[in-house]
């Protein structure tokens, strides 16, 4: 597609479900990340795919996230036994090879999640 | 790990009238990208401007340029003939020259709010 595409854009959900966010990154781009903003807050970085190498998980707040990218183009970002802590925005990007690093990394209009 | 520091939580400019926003950074490494992005309330980042740390000269993209000082770790953005449009959360990102290590880490973010 033309831009990265994510969906939903809005979802409220019940404190203890699972909630699963999709990432359509912009067709060629072999890295993707996740980041999740609070309100009025900055970005924190989840999880980085790159290729078909390991992903960098080391932004997971706890055991329940975990993100998986198919193919290497979807991705998917799973929230198990949500917590009201985990409202937030999630926000998915991507970019060219990772390697470049210089090339400009372009986001999705995110996934407004709120726990009640 | 490289840390990204806006101090600047908020910021009002007049409209047409020149505003800068401050942003440092620290890193150990001598190749790395820097990136300031804007997200208005539709919540979507737009990368404003960016700039390569090799490369002395200051990027300019029409009314927005960098003061990029390498030896300070400063990097900050100057909104030339400010636009009600320009009103938004404006966030200072830094990304590694390494491919090992190119995720985007960004500062808190300043809110700005232009006058008319």
């Known amino acids: 597609g033309a831009g990265v595409s994510q969906s939903p854009s809005n979802k409220v959900t019940e404190k203890g479900k699972d909630v699963e966010l999709r990432c359509d990154p912009i067709?060629?781009?072999?890295?993707l990340y996740w980041y999740r903003q609070s309100l009025g807050q900055g970005l924190e970085f989840l999880i980085y795919?790159?290729?078909?190498?390991?992903?960098?998980k080391s932004g997971l707040p706890s055991d329940r996230f975990s993100a998986e990218r198919t193919g290497g183009s979807v991705s998917t970002l799973t929230i198990q036994r949500t917590q009201q802590e985990d409202s937030a925005v999630y926000l998915c990007?991507?970019?060219?090879?990772?390697?470049?690093?210089?090339?400009?990394?372009?986001f999705g209009e995110g996934s407004w999640l709120t726990v009640v | 790990a490289q840390t990204v520091t806006q101090s600047q939580p908020e910021m009002s400019v007049q409209e047409a009238e020149t505003v800068t926003l401050s942003c440092t950074y620290d890193?150990?490494?001598?190749?790395?990208?820097l990136f300031w992005y804007k997200q208005p309330p539709s919540r979507q980042m737009i990368l404003v401007i960016r700039?390569?740390?090799?490369?002395?000269q200051n990027a300019t993209e029409n009314r927005f340029s960098v003061n990029f000082q390498k030896a300070a770790k400063s990097f900050s953005l100057k909104i030339s003939d400010s636009q009600l449009g320009d009103a938004a959360m404006y966030f200072c990102?830094?990304?590694?020259?390494?491919?090992?290590?190119?995720?985007?880490?960004f500062g808190k973010g300043i809110t700005l709010s232009v006058r008319p």
């Open positions: 990007a991507s970019s060219l090879a990772g390697h470049l690093s210089g090339n400009t990394i372009y």
């Open positions: 890193t150990s490494e001598s190749d790395y990208y």
């Open positions: 990102a830094y990304r590694s020259g390494s491919g090992a290590n190119s995720k985007l880490t």
């Open positions: 067709s060629g781009h072999t890295a």
């Open positions: 700039q390569e740390a090799y490369k002395q």
């Open positions: 795919f790159q290729g078909n190498s390991a992903p960098d």
